[in-house]
């Protein structure tokens, strides 16, 4: 694979392992995975816990939308048991299961900041990321942390506290619009996330002219990775970063 270019895991594992679980970033230290992503959010109460999707349908033995609810009634989600029964009991991750998990497997931590829903949304958001600021100034130094979110909001109320920190925009190309340049300079991103399909040399070589960084989701192709990487860009998240990056001592 290109050198220097960056294979980020996506969700961990999510072929080997349910995403965002312990037990998946744990499977990654497997591997010479040197970056992988996760999400995070908040729950009612302000705890900060790992689950892309707003609600925990999907992904857990539980139902309901994840920042109307308590820890409390969160907390025993079972995220692995629709997986397999070796995943069976796998609870949701908090974002300090994450910064301990880190800190010991130093792997680089992208974390996306999920748009928060409800009434109390923007005071939440404010909470999260407070919270999360405090959680990610006790990662070692260093490993590097990218924070991204397609919530230009959330961004940038992170950015304004943490400035010290890397930030990306996300967009979907139906979002991908002529003023992205300046939602990104607005929530201080100075790297661009988008998605794969319909992406063309021309857009990625626009931004990167533009002095912008480019990481692109989801890539589980190798062919269509190589050529991306042909192209310019920096990094690619992919569901099968063990198939780009092998084990350790192979």
Same mark, same amino acid.
Request: hydrophobic share 35%.
């Given at each position: 694979?290109?050198?220097?270019?960056?294979?980020?895991?996506?969700?961990?594992?999510? +072929?080997?392992?349910?995403?965002? @679980?312990?037990?998946?970033?744990?499977?990654?230290?497997?591997? #010479?995975?040197?970056?992988?992503?996760?999400?995070?959010?908040?729950?009612?109460?302000?705890?900060?816990?790992?689950?892309?999707?707003?609600?925990?349908?999907?992904?857990?033995?539980?139902? =309901?939308?994840?920042?109307?609810?308590?820890?409390?009634?969160?907390?025993?989600?079972?995220? =692995?048991?629709?997986?397999?029964?070796?995943?069976?009991?796998?609870? /949701?991750? @908090?974002?300090?299961?994450? $910064?301990?998990? $880190? *800190?010991?497997?130093?792997?680089?931590?992208?974390?996306?900041? &999920?748009?928060? @829903?409800?009434?109390?949304? *923007?005071?939440?958001?404010?909470?999260?990321?407070?919270?999360?600021?405090?959680?990610?100034?006790?990662?070692?130094? #260093? +490993?590097?942390?990218?924070?991204?979110?397609?919530?230009?909001?959330?961004?940038?109320?992170?950015?304004?506290?943490?400035?010290?920190?890397?930030?990306?925009?996300?967009?979907?190309?139906?979002?991908?619009?002529?003023?992205?340049?300046?939602?990104?300079?607005?929530?201080?991103? &100075?790297?661009?996330? /988008?998605?794969?399909?319909?992406?063309?040399?021309?857009?990625?070589?626009?931004?990167? &002219?533009?002095?912008?960084?480019? %990481?692109?989701?989801?890539?589980?192709?190798?062919?269509?990775? %190589?050529?991306?990487? #042909?192209?310019?860009?920096?990094? +690619?998240?992919?569901?099968?970063?063990?198939?780009? $990056? =092998?084990?350790?001592?192979?």
């Amino acid at each position: 694979m290109h050198e220097g270019k960056k294979i980020i895991a996506h969700r961990g594992l999510p +072929i080997l392992a349910p995403e965002n @679980t312990m037990g998946g970033f744990k499977l990654m230290e497997k591997y #010479n995975i040197d970056w992988f992503e996760t999400d995070v959010t908040s729950t009612s109460d302000g705890k900060l816990v790992i689950i892309h999707d707003d609600y925990l349908d999907r992904t857990t033995n539980k139902s =309901g939308e994840v920042s109307r609810m308590n820890y409390s009634e969160i907390k025993d989600a079972d995220t =692995g048991f629709w997986f397999s029964s070796k995943y069976d009991g796998e609870k /949701l991750p @908090t974002m300090k299961d994450v $910064v301990d998990f $880190v *800190n010991e497997a130093k792997i680089n931590l992208n974390i996306e900041l &999920k748009g928060i @829903t409800g009434p109390e949304g *923007n005071k939440l958001a404010d909470s999260l990321v407070h919270k999360l600021k405090d959680l990610l100034d006790q990662i070692d130094p #260093n +490993i590097e942390i990218l924070i991204s979110s397609f919530n230009s909001i959330m961004l940038a109320k992170m950015h304004n506290i943490a400035p010290e920190y890397e930030y990306a925009i996300l967009f979907e190309q139906h979002t991908l619009y002529p003023d992205w340049q300046l939602i990104a300079d607005a929530c201080g991103a &100075k790297t661009v996330h /988008l998605e794969s399909e319909r992406l063309t040399y021309d857009m990625i070589s626009e931004i990167k &002219k533009r002095g912008y960084n480019v %990481n692109v989701w989801t890539v589980n192709d190798h062919g269509r990775a %190589n050529e991306l990487f #042909n192209w310019g860009v920096d990094g +690619i998240f992919t569901d099968i970063a063990d198939l780009f $990056v =092998g084990e350790k001592g192979e």
